[in-house]
């Protein structure tokens, strides 16, 4: 890693701050360089936050907060910041100036984090919906695709372990996908498509991802045609990603970029071996705030962050229907929760995208969020882990009927 000193640093974040265009449109953005030059880099972070949640299409205010957390000293932030803006951004000016920060803090290949069971991508790693070139893993369509989407689209799945598993098409070609609200993106392995006989890309990869576990996998990306029941999206950008090893993802990924413009309510049925996903276009339901039956959450990336409650401590959990459990990492649970493990906990794995991990596996007294409590809920601790937040899986919630609306930020549980 190349070691700056203080001065050099200084001038060399100034440098990248004055690299871009001078024209600034918007209000927000303006304000929060106004805060820079002043050093109030704290203020200047939220003015460009905001600005970059208000317009998600502009490079300019992601490449900010990538350089305010930069002098802010929150380098590990400020790298997967520079990383996104590289992703998502990348035949622009800020893209090139953001390739040379992350080569000034050693971080060469980029580890994108942006598969199921990783929460560690920066909070503002939104896709740039007008770009439909194979550099965006994301969402590309316009709006006039987005109105050819039906207002109303009934799913079936059926449980795999505890995942829903769901029946799809891409490019015409019938499989089975898992559908999976903690997953960024819709996610292949090569050996998937090419038992399909679709070719995978070639060439070098974009970069690699870390999920559960310390290993990683190498990702590509491509355009693909992609179909679950009347949801069809034509050109629709995937992640491909190396063959994942012993233990990872038996199937597909349906992620949050494919179903991101509809509400969608899970209702299992009684035996709970199978059940229905019911997508209605944003807007087309009525969750009131005051129900007490509604959850608030926040979105962290494409994440779903909720306040849970584990023992009576609360913590920010991630809602995941693509985990099959609740899982903290080692750190999470004795240096944030300040709890122990007891002694009683059994050894067992935990698998996500790197493959399987070892972990200790006990029962919760309780588990809360928001009006539902549930007791002896099964908890697995892995020892390390790229886990930003603790995920909330089906162990919890796999047996309730729930809608998420993403317009509105909310969760509304049925019962």
């Known amino acids: 890693m190349v070691l700056l000193t203080r001065a050099v640093w200084l001038i ?3 440098s990248l701050l004055c690299q871009l265009p001078g024209a600034i449109g918007e209000s927000e953005l303006q304000s929060g360089v106004t805060c820079y030059k002043n050093h109030d880099y704290k203020t200047a972070l939220i003015h460009f936050m905001q600005a970059f949640k208000t317009d998600p299409n502009d490079s300019d205010a992601l490449y900010y907060e990538a350089i305010t957390l930069h002098k802010l000293g929150e380098l590990e932030l400020a790298k997967k910041a520079y990383t996104a803006v590289i992703m998502h951004f990348p035949n622009t000016q800020a893209a090139q100036n953001s390739q040379k920060a992350l080569t000034y803090l050693g971080s060469g290949n980029f580890n994108q984090q942006i598969l199921s069971g990783n929460r560690a991508a920066p909070s503002h790693t939104t896709i740039n919906p007008s ?69 995978a890309p070639q060439g070098q990869p974009i970069g690699s991802v870390h999920g559960v ?6 990702i590509w990306k491509m355009l693909a045609d992609i179909k679950v029941g009347q949801i069809e999206r034509k050109n629709f950008p995937i992640c491909v990603q190396e063959d994942p090893p012993s233990g990872g ?17 899970i209702e299992p049925a009684p035996d709970d071996t199978h059940g229905l996903i019911f997508f209605h276009k944003q807007g087309s339901m009525a969750v009131l705030k ?28 991630c809602f995941d229907t693509g985990a099959s459990g609740c899982t903290f990492t080692a750190q999470q649970w004795i240096n944030q929760m300040g709890m122990s493990i007891p002694d009683d906990a059994t050894r067992g794995y935990s698998s996500g995208i790197s493959g399987l991990t070892k972990s200790l596996v006990f029962t919760l007294d309780t588990l809360r969020l928001g009006p539902i409590i549930k007791h002896d809920v099964q908890v697995s601790i892995i020892e390390q882990s790229d886990l930003a937040y603790p995920l909330l899986g089906n162990t919890f919630f796999g047996d309730l009927q729930f809608e998420i609306d993403n317009s509105r930020h909310l969760i509304r549980i049925r019962y």
């Open 213 to 218: 576990g310390n290993g990683s996998v190498k």
């Open 290 to 317: 005051q129900d007490p039956n509604v959850i608030p959450f926040r979105d962290w990336g494409k994440n779903i962050l909720v306040d849970a409650e584990v023992n009576g401590r609360k913590v920010t959990m």
């Open 249 to 265: 993802p038996g199937h597909p990924l349906l992620g949050q970029t494919f179903f991101r413009e509809f509400t969608y309510k």
């Open 12 to 14: 060399f974040i100034t």
């Open 131 to 199: 770009n439909r070139t194979l550099s965006t893993v994301g969402q590309p369509e316009d709006s006039a695709d987005l109105a050819r989407l039906p207002d109303e689209v009934r799913v079936p799945y059926q449980k795999e372990m505890r995942n829903l598993l769901i029946d799809a098409y891409i490019n015409g070609h019938p499989l089975q996908m898992y559908f999976d609200s903690g997953a960024m993106v819709v996610a292949f392995s090569k050996s998937a498509l090419e038992a399909l006989g679709i070719s």
